[in-house]
C-alpha cells in the first residue's frame, strides 16, 4: 500500500509539472486529466470515496470549460509538444 500511494504522490507531481511547464493548452490538459485522476485515486486511497468523486466532477468540469475557451482562443496550427526543448527547459526550471 506504501508503494501505490508514493506512486500516486509521484503522478500527481509530474501530472502538475506536465500542466506547468507545457505551453500549448492542447497537450497540458492532458497533464491536467492526470493529475485529477491521481489526485482523486489519492483519496480513494485515503478512505474519502465521496469526496473524490466530488473533487473529479468539480475539477475536471470546471477545468474543460477553461481549457475549451482557451482552446478557442489559442488556434495553434502547430502546438509546441512536450518534446521541445522549450518545454524541457520550463520543466527543469521547475523541478
Known sequence: MTYFVLF???????GG????????????VVGLVLASIVGCGWLLSLGVPF????????????MLVVFVYSVSLA???????????????YGVGLV
Do not use: C, E, K, T
Open 8 to 14: 500516486l504522490g509521484v503522478g500527481f507531481v509530474l
Open 51 to 62: 469526496v473524490a468523486l466530488v473533487l473529479f466532477m468539480v475539477y475536471l468540469g470546471g
Open 75 to 89: 488556434a495553434d496550427l502547430f502546438p509546441v509538444a512536450w518534446g521541445d526543448w522549450r518545454v524541457w527547459g
Open 17 to 28: 509539472l506536465a500542466v506547468a511547464s507545457n505551453p500549448s493548452p492542447y497537450y497540458g
